[in-house]
Structures are given as structure tokens and as C-alpha cells.
């Protein structure tokens, strides 16, 4: 079992800069893929980065390529994703989710938390 609790959301502007974390804890973490997904009101939840175990291959979403940074620190059993640039657009609950994958797929994620308020106003 795997316990993920993420912080760090807020409102901000447009433009804005957040570092979202997601702090893992019930087993060994770094034996896990993790993923940051999101999900805007209304919407489903999509997929917006990913990393793979050793934190050496990474993965975006094309609305996350450039602006958003996802990384992990297997010390601290916690993964992060810095999101600058931020748009109205990226107004969304964010989740954080470990799982035997990397994929952009949601169900390869066995574990999932709770989720954190990012709102950006325009």
C-alpha cells in the first residue's frame, strides 16, 4: 500500500509560477513510476507528466512541454512538478499517482491522492 498526499496548489496570475509535491509514504517509493494527472471542471481527468523509477526518462503532456518540469527525489519519496508559465487554462484539481508504468494511461496507476487546487486567473 502506498499513501500519496500532494500540496502546494493555490491561486495565482497568469503567468504565475507553483511547485506542486506529492509525498509518498506505506512502501518503497522508488520502486514505483509516478504521474501528475489533472482534472478541470467538467472535463475528465487528463494526463499531464510522468517519470520513470530512477527519475531518468520523463514524459508531457503537449499543453505541459515547455512549461511544466516533473521530478522526483527518491530520498524524500516525493515527486514534483514545478509549473511555470501558468495559464487560466491549467485551472484544474491536480493528482498525484504511482504505479508499475509511466504511461499517460490513467488505469496503469495503482495509487492515486487526494489532489491539490491549482487555480490561475486571468
Known amino acids: 500500500q502506498v499513501q500519496l498526499v500532494e500540496s502546494g496548489g493555490g491561486l495565482v496570475q497568469a503567468g504565475d509560477s507553483l511547485r506542486l509535491s506529492c509525498a509518498a509514504s506505506?512502501?518503497?517509493?522508488?520502486?514505483?513510476?509516478m504521474g501528475w494527472f489533472r482534472q478541470a471542471p467538467g472535463k475528465e481527468r487528463e494526463f499531464v507528466a510522468s517519470?520513470?523509477?530512477?527519475?531518468?526518462?520523463?514524459y508531457y503532456a503537449d499543453s505541459a512541454k515547455g512549461r511544466f518540469t516533473i521530478s522526483r527525489d527518491n530520498a524524500k519519496s516525493t515527486v514534483y512538478l514545478q509549473m511555470n508559465s501558468l495559464r487560466p487554462e491549467d485551472t484544474a484539481i491536480y493528482y498525484c499517482s504511482a504505479g508499475f508504468t509511466v504511461s499517460a494511461y490513467q488505469g496503469g496507476y495503482k495509487y492515486w491522492g487526494q489532489g491539490t487546487q491549482v487555480t490561475v486567473s486571468s
Open positions: 506505506g512502501h518503497t517509493f522508488s520502486s514505483y513510476g
Open positions: 517519470i520513470s523509477v530512477p527519475g531518468g526518462r520523463t
